[in-house]
């Protein structure tokens, strides 16, 4: 086995991976649970692809597995015609809630995504 790996080296096809993409690659996956507790439909993206109603509805719920790393992007205004971007990398096994972002007070369509479980 080591001489493999030194033949490998040699032509420079191994390196380091890092533990996402040892996840990809091995098949790993993250399943992860997102509820808006809020007024507002939430636009978002789990690795880049659209929820099914490509939204969450206020109150709904969706349970996710991803594959390819986890990353949500949302948006952090619920004003349709203004758009704040966030994203944030999701803990496996973890739940989520878009609420109400009560640390800027007087905007009352800040939202935030927070880890709840």
Known sequence: MSNNQDIFQGFGLVEELDEQAGETIT??????????????????????????????????????????????????????????????????????EFQYNNSTPGNPYDIELYKVA
């Open 27 to 96: 098949g790993g996956y993250e399943v992860f649970t997102i509820t808006n507790k809020t007024g507002y439909n939430v636009s978002y993206l789990i690795d880049g692809t659209k929820t099914p109603a490509q939204y969450a509805k206020p109150g709904g719920s969706a349970v996710w597995t991803a594959y390819s790393g986890g990353i949500v992007k949302f948006d952090a205004d619920g004003r349709g015609d203004y758009v704040q971007n966030k994203s944030y990398n999701l803990s496996n096994g973890s739940k989520y």
